[in-house]
């Protein structure tokens, strides 16, 4: 189910993206990075996750979820903006990028690695 759920997203996504529009390339991306991180850190038992909305100790299914509706809200969010304020959803896509591409550099300091294997 979990699966079908993200190719369903990912789907969904694609179908609109324009092939120039590199933030939400990118931030897609770094989603699915975090989200590849995150299994890591639930699969170590030594391991606690930091979003207070998952727990400590989330389930690979609640993760699944998670991460597949934070992809489809940060493209919906970057659409309405698009057709908004374009200089806004500039913002608020670099944030986004800074805030979790420093997620990402922190878990991997800490030695958590990413293995996109995991989320399937």
Do not use: C
């Amino acid at each position: 189910m979990t699966r079908l759920l993200f190719s369903v997203v990912l789907l969904l996504i694609s179908l609109n993206v324009n092939a120039y529009d590199k933030f939400t390339i990118i931030s897609t991306g770094i989603l699915l990075t975090d989200w590849a991180q995150t299994h890591e850190i639930v699969n170590d038992p030594e391991r606690r996750e930091k979003n207070p909305y998952l727990g400590k100790y989330p389930s690979h299914s609640k993760l699944n979820k998670y991460f597949a509706t934070a992809i489809l809200l940060n493209y919906l969010v970057g659409d309405v903006l698009l057709k908004k304020k374009r200089n806004i959803r500039h913002l608020y896509y670099l944030q986004f990028i800074g805030i979790q591409g420093l997620n990402i550099a922190n878990n991997h300091r800490q030695g958590v690695r990413i293995k996109f294997n995991r989320i399937f």
